[in-house]
């Protein structure tokens, strides 16, 4: 895998500042927000399926019957 690398043959930077001069608890704070929200390392080696609940095995189970008053009523209507 090749690295991107500026002229000077120095790695290029992932976050540059175009425009004022944030405070070193600034760029802190960005550099924190922007970690979380990025995905785990280990996710994107992870299975590969996305699940939703389309495919969930789940769906394919009979819901529980309802015993009572009403329960008929209630095993036809939907989930």
Do not use: F, K
């Not at 996305?50 to 394919?60: K, P, T």
């Amino acid at each position: 895998m090749t690295e991107d690398r500026d002229q000077g043959g120095r790695p290029a930077p992932v976050l540059r500042v175009v425009h004022g001069s944030p405070s070193p608890e600034e760029l802190a704070a960005l550099v924190a927000v922007l970690a979380a929200r990025a995905p785990a390392q280990g996710a994107a080696s992870g299975r590969g399926i996305l699940r939703n609940g389309w495919s969930e095995r789940s769906r394919l189970l009979r819901a529980p019957l309802l015993r009572g008053p009403g329960g008929w009523r209630a095993s036809g209507l939907p989930r």
